[in-house]
Structures are given as C-alpha cells and as structure tokens.
C-alpha cells in the first residue's frame, strides 16, 4: 500500500534551517509529482511547494520562496524540503503528499517543525 | 489565488441525520483539460488528512457511500446522508485547477 514517512521535524531557532524527508513506498515514486503541505498549530492547510515527477519543475508558496527548496532523489524514493532563515510564522506540521493529477490522494503522517528562541 | 470559501465554519449534527458543507471559489474551476479539480478531504482530530472526494464527485476507495459530493463551477456541495460519531472532524475543499493549490479554511463537524 501507499506510505509516505517524513522526517526531520523538531525544534529550531529563528533564522536557522532544518531539512525534511519524505520516503515513499508502495507506488511508483519516479511516475509522480510530488507536494509538500503545512498546517500551523490549529489551523488550516496551506500548499507550500510542488516537484513534478523528474524534478524538471518546482514551483513555491510566495511564504517561502526564495528560503525553502524542495528537491527528490528517484533513485531513494525520497522527496526533501530544505528550509533556511527559518521564522516563527514557519512553526506547522509538514505533510508530504502525492499528486496523481490536479489533487492530492495520499499523505502522509506528517512532521512537526517549531520555529522558537 | 482562487479564494475558496467553506460554510458554515462549524456544524453541529445529530447522529443519524444528514449534513451538508458549500464551497465555492472565487473563479471556476473548469480547468483547460475540460475536468473540475474540486476535492473534499476529512481531518479527523490528530490524524493527517484524508481525501474523500476528488473530481466533484468521484468519491475514494473505502469511503462510505454516505458521502457524496455535487456542484459545478464555483459551487460545490459535501453531504453526509446520514451522520456517524466517526464522521466528526474538519472537512476541507481544495482546488487544483489553478495554480497555486488552494484550501478552503474547513468546517468543522461535531456532534450536538
């Protein structure tokens, strides 16, 4: 079945950097794009970044463009998330999720970046 | 960005009986390959969210048939027929017609 694991999430100083993971198994990791979606503490979901499925596009929330960096390794099944100059308003649980076209069908359990002094 | 807009923020409902959730956007969703990227997806507490719904109407594997979605353009409607203590939790709308993706701010479901 479809799993998608991240990791990397904890607690990190403003203006530091943390970089997420993503392992996938169960699909054909190389045949799809790929996303990753925050959610701060008690509230709603927001898009933050987008791979197509060979890494040929990458697209940002306007957020985090310019500091985060998402990129994928075909070859490990991994997608990965690098964030640098850190803020507080970055403090959310991370999802990686699948793409199979124009939405979002597995995510998964999430990781928890806090964003504090 | 498309606006998505979820009403009501909240909704009480009583075990048994149906429920209804409206989205709608701030411009259609018809995307230039002729399908509506309109997805419903549940947020049980504590859990990761979940899709229910993808295409307007086109529910997932393992969803119960209590759940079906509707609408068309920038009107979009969830119903729950009949509601079960399971059900409750946040239930987002998100399109992907357009970029970026968009979510609606949810509505949350709790039972009276």
């Known amino acids: 079945q479809v799993q998608l694991v991240e990791s990397g999430g904890g607690v990190v100083q403003p203006g530091g950097s943390l970089r997420l993971s993503c392992a996938a198994s169960g699909f054909t990791f190389s045949t799809y794009a790929m996303h990753w979606v925050r959610q701060a503490p008690g509230k709603g979901l927001e898009w933050v970044a987008f791979i197509w499925y060979d890494g040929s596009d990458k697209k940002y929330a306007d957020s985090v463009k310019g500091r985060f960096t998402i990129s994928r390794d075909n070859s490990k099944n991994t997608v990965y998330l690098q964030m640098n100059s850190l803020r507080a308003e970055d403090t959310a649980v991370y999802y990686c999720?699948?793409?199979?076209?124009?939405?979002?069908?597995?995510w998964g359990q999430g990781t928890l970046v806090t964003v504090s002094s | 960005d498309v606006v998505m807009t979820q009403s009501p923020l909240s909704l009480p409902v009583t075990l048994g009986q149906p429920a209804s959730f409206s989205c709608r956007s701030s411009?259609?969703?018809?995307?230039?390959?002729?399908?509506?990227?309109l997805n419903w997806f549940q947020q049980r507490p504590g859990q990761s969210p979940r899709r229910l719904i993808y295409?307007?109407?086109n529910r997932d594997s393992g969803v119960p048939d209590r759940f079906s979605g509707s609408g068309s353009g920038t009107d979009f409607t969830l119903e729950i027929s009949r509601v079960e203590a399971d059900d409750v939790g946040v239930y987002y709308c998100m399109q992907g017609a357009h970029w970026p993706p968009t979510f609606g701010g949810g509505t949350k479901v709790e039972i009276k």
């Open positions: 411009q259609s969703l018809v995307h230039s390959d002729g399908n509506t990227y």
């Open positions: 295409k307007v109407s």
């Open positions: 999720v699948r793409d199979p076209g124009g939405s979002f069908d597995y």
